[in-house]
């Protein structure tokens, strides 16, 4: 049995949703009297340029980053600057008084009208895990389960682990304490802990032969790393592409993929390729 666990923005998505979350409850506010996008455009602003002030002035420069090591404390240490980011987005008020039955039918209404599209072949790989008995679920860094769930709201995947609005308009994370999920580390400890080792997980003290992962961005570095995994990016070049092959690992489309094929990891632009390919099926010998 294997598990199939999926990033939410870029990878399942075809296009980041954050924005498109956020100008919903810029609109959310503007039916209560309140244009708050000059806050939104300060949010945006102030994040750029902090990633590009931590980027600046980070000991190690990214071309002397040679080691898994080295790339994931320079990953870790993203983690103030998303936090910050956090703090800005609740300050700025834009999802004050959304509950969330309105962020579910925010999702809901995005996917309808096609603002969010979903990648090629996504339905038909969760279709194949179903008759394989496997496990589908996915875990994200995005503000909303419940926008997230009603993007997906057709696809019936059982567990979703991300971060949540509350109606204060904060934002919570998915652990007790309420951290919010912001970085691969993060995204790693849920993997090991919502997947892996929880009795609430659905194949929890089942026969598995590993967890494949399936990622497009940094924050998905570490879970791609810990047991395998498919990169999905439009071309051959992407940020993380560029990572893993800074860090020694040779990555190759997917179509490439044929017996003797030594690859540490394959890319894909849609499901649709990795379906073509018979990649699922001998992930499993």
């Known amino acids: 049995m294997m598990r199939l666990i999926f990033d ?82 609740e300050e700025s008020g834009i999802f004050a008084g959304l509950e969330h039955r309105g962020l579910f039918q925010i999702g809901v209404d995005a996917i309808e009208s096609r603002k969010v599209a979903m990648r090629d072949g996504f339905r038909e790989v969760l279709d194949h895990a179903g008759r394989q008995g496997w496990t589908v679920g996915v875990i994200s860094v995005n503000w909303s389960r419940s926008f997230i769930r009603g993007v997906l709201h057709h696809f019936g995947i059982p ?54 992962y399936f990622g497009d961005s940094s924050t998905d570095l570490e879970c791609l790393l810990h047991d395998g995994g498919i990169i999905v990016s439009d071309e051959d070049d992407s940020s993380l592409i560029r990572t893993l092959r800074r860090l020694g690992y040779t990555v190759s489309h997917i179509s490439a993929r044929k017996a003797g094929d030594r690859s540490d990891f394959h890319w894909a632009r849609n499901f649709r390729e990795v379906l073509d390919s018979d990649f699922l099926d001998s992930a499993t010998v």
């Open 159 to 212: 567990v979703i682990v991300a971060n949540e609005i509350s109606p204060d308009g904060k934002i919570h994370g998915p652990d007790s304490h309420g951290n919010a999920l912001t970085n691969s580390a993060g995204k790693l400890r849920v993997l090991k802990s919502e997947f892996e080792a929880s009795p609430q997980s659905p194949d929890y003290g089942g026969n598995y032969t590993r967890t494949l």
């Open 8 to 89: 939410f923005d870029s990878t399942i998505t075809q296009a980041d949703t954050i924005g498109d979350l956020a100008h919903a409850g810029i609109d959310f506010q503007r039916r209560h009297g309140h244009d708050l996008t000059s806050r939104w455009d300060h949010v945006v602003q102030a994040y750029t340029d902090d990633c590009k002030r931590y980027k600046d002035n980070y000991a190690t420069k990214e071309e002397d980053r040679r080691s898994v090591l080295e790339e994931v404390e320079y990953l870790a240490g993203l983690e103030s600057v998303e936090k910050a980011s956090l703090a800005r987005v």
